[in-house]
């Protein structure tokens, strides 16, 4: 059975971001919201945010609201601020495997790879 999970690595501080709000949106076939969720404390989500016969080939898009997160975390950052939303588009060719897709940002850059 094929799942989606992500997490969220605070590269700025060397730690898991907890906090962050995370929404999941199908692109293709139809923009549409799927499924919201937020990150533990060890920067995870609790559950596969999306999984079974929910998760279907196609392209997906999350945004996270790391925004919200630096602020909480920095007292002097800049407004407005150099990395808020983060939209991550990828596409899912096989709905049976495990897409992983982790973001590691700082409040001045993020990246991804397809994980594990």
């Known amino acids: 059975m094929g799942r989606l999970t992500t997490h969220v ?18 692109v293709q076939p139809e923009h549409r919201l799927i ?21 279907m080939p196609g392209v997906y898009e999350l945004v996270f609201q ?3 997160y630096f602020r ?3 007292n002097d950052l800049p407004e407005p601020l150099f990395v808020d939303k983060v939209p991550l588009r990828f596409g899912i060719a096989a709905a049976d495997q495990h ?17 594990s």
């Open 35 to 55: 499924a919201e969720a937020i990150t533990n404390a060890d920067g995870r989500l609790d559950a596969p945010i999306l999984e079974g016969e929910n998760l």
């Open 66 to 68: 790391i925004g919200d």
């Open 99 to 115: 897409y992983h897709v982790p973001l590691l940002v700082s409040p001045w850059s993020y990246s991804t790879y397809r994980g």
């Open 72 to 74: 909480g975390q920095f």
């Open 9 to 26: 690595l605070d590269t700025a501080q060397g730690c898991p971001a907890g906090g962050v709000a995370i929404a999941l949106f199908s």
